[in-house]
């Protein structure tokens, strides 16, 4: 990051996330005419152009069309100083254009850097909202998630970050309020949701994995142990995203210091978790649950699932009560959990109910529309 006395004349940062993409967009601050000519001097503009004038005199918003090094970009200037170039997602594409930037002497940002660097004057409050906003847009997962963070350029920012810098104690603390107010919310508007399968050996886990996420991400055997380290996979759920991971049978019991490292990898796992399913075979009693009691314990969301229910049909409904209830009340009441669900990863009885258990339970409710969210890098405290 730079430092906060460093002022450079000319920036650049790429603020589309790294890797391949359809398209990426750089940044660059040029803080005047000279500069705006030497930075890109290796933009070729196309003959459907239709003025000769030169780059830097480029009104605000106007889209020049061309190429770099043979490569099609498109070059907007988007305020005085400000200009923003997408041209192919591709690494190497990106690549070739910073490297003849740097030649130029622009300066290479990362994304946080983009709030600190001083080009000529400091951001005003609609710069950094903007800048804060388009870092946010590069996480977004879901259109729900990129419509309210676009909708936080509307304006609404504007006078509470006014207000955190008055002079007035009072209008300060209304204002932090105000602004952190949805941070929950927005804690997992912008990244997926942490579900955590576990349970005795054989309950269906990946199975269950398997079956939320369409596709087959883990291995399903009747071999107990199976699955020694976590396994993840994403989905969708009420235009939220899930990360569910698979996890080693938990036992008391286990047949190699393998399988033990692996249980407590999981029993770790567990703190980390928005919502921590246990499955248990729906003509089985719960097992003793007391080695991750506490764990659980800690954990928001508790789901007890009665998995496997496909295999009881045709069993007498008197007997699996029975077998069900068996020595498990103790640790069902102990553990407390906050929902109860019968599955089936084979017949899908249960899954859209577990999608909509989860989101119910672990994403706070939207705020209303006119919400003011506190994005990342934004403001400090």
């Known amino acids: 990051m730079l430092p906060e006395t460093a002022k450079p004349e000319m920036t650049v940062c790429c603020l589309t996330p790294h890797g391949p993409g359809a398209v990426a967009v750089l940044q660059l601050e040029l803080a005047n005419a000279d500069l705006v000519t030497r930075?890109?001097?290796g933009f070729q503009r196309g003959v459907s152009v239709i003025s000769d004038a030169p780059i830097h005199n480029a009104p605000v918003n106007r889209i020049?069309?061309?190429q770099w090094r043979g490569e099609d970009v498109l070059l907007i200037r988007t305020a005085t100083s400000r200009w923003e170039l997408q041209c192919h997602g591709g690494a190497a594409a990106v690549q070739r254009i910073l490297t003849d930037l740097v030649t130029a002497g622009v300066v290479v940002l990362d994304q946080t850097d983009i709030g600190t660097a001083n080009v000529g004057a400091p951001l005003s409050i609609q710069d950094r909202i903007a800048v804060a906003v388009r870092q946010s847009l590069a996480l977004c997962r879901t259109r729900q998630a990129a419509d309210w963070i676009l909708r936080q350029l509307d304006g609404r920012l504007i006078e509470?970050?006014?207000q955190l810098s008055s002079?007035?104690?009072?209008i300060r603390r209304e204002a932090h309020s105000a602004l952190h107010r949805h941070d929950a919310f927005m804690n997992l508007l912008l990244r997926p949701a942490r579900v955590g399968l576990f349970g005795p050996p054989n309950a269906g886990k990946s199975s269950l994995l398997n079956a939320l996420c369409g596709l087959t991400r883990?291995?399903?055997s009747p071999v107990a142990g199976t699955t020694r380290d976590p396994v993840e996979a994403e989905t969708q759920a009420g235009g939220r995203v899930l990360c569910i991971t698979d996890t080693a049978g938990l036992h008391e019991n286990p047949g190699s210091p393998l399988e033990a490292e692996g249980i407590q990898r999981t029993i770790?796992?567990?703190?980390d978790c928005d919502a921590a399913c246990i499955l248990v075979p729906a003509d089985l009693p719960l097992p003793n649950l007391q080695l991750i009691g506490d764990p659980f314990r800690a954990c928001p969301v508790r789901i007890l699932i009665r998995s496997c229910c496909d295999l009881v049909c045709g069993v007498p409904a008197a007997a699996v009560q029975k077998n069900a209830a068996?020595?498990?009340s103790t640790s069902s009441s102990e553990l407390l959990f906050t929902d109860e669900i019968r599955v089936s990863a084979v017949t899908g009885e249960g899954l859209e109910e577990?999608?909509?258990v989860l989101v119910r339970s672990i994403f706070p409710p939207e705020p209303d529309s006119a919400a003011f969210l506190p994005l990342p890098g934004l403001f400090q405290g």
Do not use: D, Q, Y
């Open 167 to 170: 002079a007035n104690p009072a």
């Open 268 to 271: 770790r796992l567990v703190r």
């Open 64 to 66: 020049l069309f061309g």
């Open 218 to 220: 883990t291995i399903v």
């Open 39 to 41: 930075a890109l001097s």
């Open 354 to 356: 577990l999608r909509e």
């Open 326 to 328: 068996m020595a498990g």
């Open 160 to 162: 509470p970050l006014t």
